[in-house]
C-alpha cells in the first residue's frame, strides 16, 4: 500500500496583520511501481469532493444521509356522499394503498416502513368480518411479523352499514390469545376503544413499533373521513459524489477503480457505479 502526503502554503498572517492564515493545501499519493496520475484514495483527499445524500463522517467510512419522508393517511367510508373516495396511504405524493371497499366486506390495513432506509417494506390487508375474517392473520402480522422499530400506518376501509364484529374481538382473547384492540393499544393507541364504543367508522393510527404512538384519528360519529399526515428521517438508499475536477493532461490511459462494498449479506445487496465525464 502506499503513502498519501500532505503539505499546505499560505501567507504569514503577522506580516498582514491578520489572526490567522489562509492555507491552499495539496496532496499525492507515493507508490512505487505504480504508473503516474491523478489519485484519489485518502480521507482528507475525499472530504473536497461533492456529495449528494452521501456523507463521509469521523468513522472515514461512507454512509448515505439522513432525509425526510412524508406520509399521508386518509380513511373514508365507501360511499356516494364521499364521491366512492378509497382509502389511501401516501409517502412523498407516491400511493401505496388504495382499498377499494364496494362490495367487500370491512378490512384494515397496514402500510409498513423499513426504519432503515424509509422505503416500504410491506402492504397488507386483512378482512374484519364474516366467516372468512382474517383477523388472526392480522394479530400475527403485526405482533409477530413485523420488526421492532419499523414504521406503521394502520387504516380501516367499510362501506355505511357494515359490521367490524365487534362482539367477536374480545372472544378473539380467548380462541386466539389476543385482539386487535389489544395489540393497537400495546402500541399506544388511545382512540381504538371509542372506534369500539361509537361503531364502525373511518379510524388511522401510526406508530414506530415498541417504540410508540405517531399520530391517530378517528371520524367523529356522522362523519366519514380521518386523516393522520406526519414525517419521519430515514437513511437515503442512493447517493453519489463527484470528484474534482482532473486535469488537464497531455493523454488519458486507464482507470483504476477499488470499490470495498462493505456489509452486502443484508439484502438487497449495494449497487455501485461509476461515471466518467469528458469536458
Not at 22 to 45: I, K, M, T, V
Not at 179 to 204: M, T
Not at 223 to 239: K, Q
Amino acid at each position: 500500500a502506499g503513502t498519501v502526503y500532505y503539505w499546505r502554503v499560505g501567507i504569514d498572517s503577522t506580516a498582514l496583520g491578520q489572526d490567522s492564515t489562509r492555507w491552499a493545501g495539496r496532496s499525492f499519493l507515493y507508490q512505487p511501481g505504480d504508473e503516474s496520475g491523478w489519485n484519489q484514495s485518502h480521507y482528507y483527499q475525499y472530504l473536497g469532493n461533492g456529495f449528494d445524500r452521501l456523507r463521509l463522517g469521523s468513522s472515514r467510512q461512507f454512509d448515505y444521509t439522513r432525509v425526510a419522508y412524508n406520509v399521508i393517511g386518509r380513511a373514508v367510508a365507501f360511499s356516494p356522499e364521499t364521491n366512492n373516495t378509497l382509502t389511501r396511504v401516501f409517502l412523498n405524493s407516491q400511493r401505496l394503498l388504495n382499498v377499494q371497499a364496494a362490495n367487500r366486506p370491512p378490512s384494515i390495513s397496514a402500510v409498513v416502513f423499513d426504519s432503515l432506509t424509509g422505503q416500504p417494506w410491506r402492504v397488507v390487508t386483512f378482512r374484519l368480518s364474516e366467516a372468512n375474517h382474517q383477523r388472526a392473520n392480522a394479530i400475527n402480522f403485526l405482533r409477530e411479523t413485523v420488526p421492532s422499530g419499523y414504521w406503521v400506518v394502520i387504516a380501516t376501509s367499510h362501506s355505511p352499514g357494515q359490521s367490524f364484529d365487534f362482539e367477536q374481538w374480545a372472544q378473539d382473547s380467548l380462541t386466539l390469545g389476543d385482539n386487535l384492540a389489544s395489540v393497537l393499544r400495546a402500541q399506544g393507541a388511545a382512540l381504538v376503544d371509542r372506534l369500539i364504543e361509537q361503531g364502525p367508522s373511518p379510524y388511522l393510527f401510526a406508530y414506530q413499533k415498541d417504540v410508540g404512538p405517531i399520530a391517530e384519528d378517528l371520524a367523529p360519529p356522522g362523519e366519514m373521513n380521518a386523516n393522520i399526515f406526519f414525517d419521519f428521517l430515514a437513511r437515503a438508499s442512493s447517493g453519489g459524489m463527484a470528484s474534482s475536477l482532473i486535469g488537464p493532461a497531455r493523454s488519458w490511459g486507464a482507470l483504476e477503480w477499488e470499490y470495498y462494498p462493505g456489509n452486502d449479506t443484508l439484502p438487497p445487496p449495494d449497487e455501485s457505479k461509476l461515471q466518467v465525464w469528458g469536458l
